[in-house]
DNA sequence: CGGTAAGTTGACTCCCGTCAACGGTTGTGG
DNA sequence: CCACAACCGTTGACGGGAGTCAACTTACCG
């Protein structure tokens, strides 16, 4: 695949991030890009990028678009457990273990890297600043999952969208996909709906409460949120989960 | 603190659980357990171990008792987002991030070990494989985590309560505290409440229906499960996630 | 023996799921 | 160019699962 000077673009994001949570050397960060840009893949929404059971033998960065993680029952109920935003990596060091528990799958045209795990343990093994940054990352992870797991087990409807929203806005804000107020809502209702645990009619009755409140504007996948902290207010949100400073290294 | 003959007998699940996930030598075993006896703690019932936003400066290991890991809204509603059994650690790495985003406490009396920063980081560095295995566990501590959001988001009462023992068992099994059919339910209605995201009212109705229809017998802090395969049925529950097989190193 | 925590039950309310129908948009093929 | 299907969003009607409030019991403990 050639490279082009978008594709250099796409990479960035994934650099800035892992540097906050760790400074990476000049080399690092290099030797990183280099490793993304061989491993490039493209997917159409709504594939399945690895599936539940499936053996892990490498890790996948997301350079564009929005993918999830999720789980299915045996009769078709579908969690979204989490999502995957450009700049965020999956599974880094899940070949570890000895398959994956859950699916992944995009929820809009994505581009990723797929990078084999020799490929990766080497990577790795060159800098431990970088070991240590995707461990990081691995970390602020699991916070966000525990998060999740209070959203979907003490927050009401209203407050359960709300909550998804702002932590939305905060994640893709630090990957510049913020404009001003708005952002792009590229999924459907059915995806918001399996995210929060609700079901597809109840979420339509939220967003309608949502707007007529003026808590936002969601209109041709647009989401404006013009007061956010009101927003923030009434999700109980608190960002300390996201750990979006980095700590002295 | 002296050491006696039943510390030893507390630590040896520990060591199997880790041994599981990577086998360990010789010196590496020896080397944890002596860490471990080092930093003995007692802590009587519902203490907090950790709170949120504290900083990390040291991991911790179970030796005995039920602890859990829990958040609250503003409005005083909690979640309680994984609970931790004997033979389990603690946020092994969590170092790495600045601040903890939840709290830990302990549901029972408990006996754990703090083992400081710097000598679980020299532990570490002897042997990496049993730097391994504490991110193996981590890596199924994730695996948890985002099970509970699909038993949150969309499970019913009676599935979300009959999965969760269907966990707890599976997990209490390889560290020995299953007795046959049964094992000790040391913790309150509100605490299994908490758990899976119900009132406790609800949560005791879902009990007495579950003693009902004989899925379960509890009484007198005794869970009595008769017939696991139809409890595993009601729940859905699929037991891949926890991992319990060692995987080739 | 008083006080507190845990478990249980009833009554009532309401949030949310289910079922169903309808409109708008997109894309596709005849 | 139009018919048609498929997908998505929206709305109404209805029912039931789960929350809330409150009272009562039992056990435990100092």
Redesign the pocket.
């Known amino acids: 695949m050639a490279l082009s000077m978008s594709d250099r673009n796409l990479v960035e994001p994934v650099i800035r991030r892992l540097n906050a949570l760790r400074r990476l050397s000049v080399e690092a960060r290099s030797s990183l890009e280099s490793a993304i840009l061989e491993g490039l893949q493209s997917a159409g929404?709504?594939e399945d990028v690895i599936s539940e059971g499936d053996p892990v033998d490498s890790i996948r960065i997301v350079l564009s678009g929005w993918l999830c993680r999720y789980k299915t029952l045996e009769d078709g109920?579908r969690q979204i457990v989490n999502f995957l935003f450009p700049g965020e990596s999956c599974d880094a060091y899940a070949f570890l273990l000895s398959t994956i528990d859950h699916s992944i799958a995009t929820l809009t045209p994505a581009v990723y890297s797929d990078i084999k795990r020799a490929r990766f343990e080497s990577l790795i093994a060159a800098d431990s600043t970088l070991a240590e940054a995707f461990w990081c990352e691995t970390l602020v992870n699991i916070a966000i999952q525990r998060e999740w797991a209070v959203n979907l087990g003490r927050?009401?409807?209203?407050?359960?969208v709300a909550h998804l929203f702002c932590e939305i806005v905060e994640r893709l804000r630090p990957v510049g996909m913020i404009n001003g107020k708005s952002c792009i809502m590229p999924?459907?209702?059915?995806?918001?709906?399996d995210a929060?645990?609700?079901?597809?009619?109840?979420?339509?009755?939220?967003?309608?409460e949502m707007?007529a409140s003026g808590l936002i504007v969601?209109?041709d996948?647009v989401l404006t949120i013009n007061d956010l902290d009101a927003l923030k207010n009434t999700a109980l949100y608190s960002p300390n989960y996201l750990q979006l400073y980095r700590r002295g290294s």
């Open positions: 929404s709504g109920r927050r009401v409807a209203l407050e359960r999924i459907t209702q059915m995806d918001l709906a929060t645990g609700l079901s597809v009619v109840h979420l339509n009755r939220t967003l309608q707007r969601l209109r996948r």
